[in-house]
């Protein structure tokens, strides 16, 4: 089946420590994003990328740091530089044009 | 630069009654536009989406949007509402230049009374 998927489904992290997130795409899109969901609120984009090895800063990447050294992988590292993390975490892969497909997103929690 | 707004933060309807979740949108160049439901816990799953084709565009589980240029509207609707269409809906704009970029509305929340 095609899809977009995200591990793990929940992450607890501790005060200090970087966790890395997962995001795996077999539908040959160019394209991939990193949102953020908190309670009540729209997504924010944190990352996007284009093309493999290139990508953009979103509105929210401070805290934040990604890679696309795969064009079907987009792993996104959440730093200690991140003074809030806890929230939900959703990527998204695209074609140059049409609809974003989602994964089932990851809820990182710190403890 | 691109904005949406989505009128009602909550919508609360009762099964069998039509619903109507409002979008409006802001985009320099000719959008794509996006409806998107989530439910709890959940990834987003696309209802249906606007391409520069016909104005009226009909999705899954019977909801559908009119694209009204003049309005810059992409109000979503559907007949009759059933329990499982209870859930977070965003309204979506993209435009494609240097690359495609996605901007979402802040959401809003329908609920389903029995």
């Known amino acids: 089946d095609g899809g977009i998927t995200q591990s793990p489904k929940y992450l607890f992290r501790k005060e200090g420590q970087n966790v890395t997130l997962s995001c795996e795409q077999n539908l040959n899109h160019d394209a991939m994003y990193w949102y953020r969901q908190d309670p009540g609120q729209g997504l924010r984009l944190i990352y996007y990328?284009?093309?493999?090895?290139?990508?953009q800063k979103g509105d929210i990447a401070e805290g934040y740091s990604v890679s696309r050294e795969k064009k079907e992988s987009f792993p996104l590292t959440v730093t200690s530089a991140q003074k809030n993390p806890t929230a939900f975490y959703l990527c998204?892969?695209?074609?140059?044009?049409?609809?974003?497909?989602f994964g089932s997103g990851t809820r990182l929690t710190v403890v | 630069a691109q904005s949406v707004t989505q009128l009602d933060s909550h919508v609360s309807v009762s099964e069998g009654t039509p619903v109507l979740l409002r979008c409006n949108y802001s985009?320099?160049?000719?959008?794509?536009l996006f409806w998107y439901v989530q439910h709890p816990n959940k990834g987003l799953q696309l209802l249906l989406k606007y391409t520069s084709a016909a104005t009226l565009v009909k999705g899954i589980n019977g909801f559908e949007a009119e694209f009204k240029k003049s309005e810059t509207s992409f109000h979503l609707t559907k007949p009759s509402a059933h329990m499982s269409d209870a859930a977070e809906y965003f309204c979506?704009?993209?435009?494609?230049?240097?690359?495609?970029?996605?901007?979402f509305g802040p959401g809003t929340r329908l609920s389903v009374l029995p």
């Open positions: 990328s284009q093309i493999v090895n290139d990508f």
């Open positions: 985009s320099s160049y000719s959008p794509s």
């Open positions: 979506v704009v993209s435009e494609v230049r240097r690359g495609q970029n996605f901007v």
């Open positions: 998204a892969s695209s074609h140059r044009t049409g609809s974003a497909f």
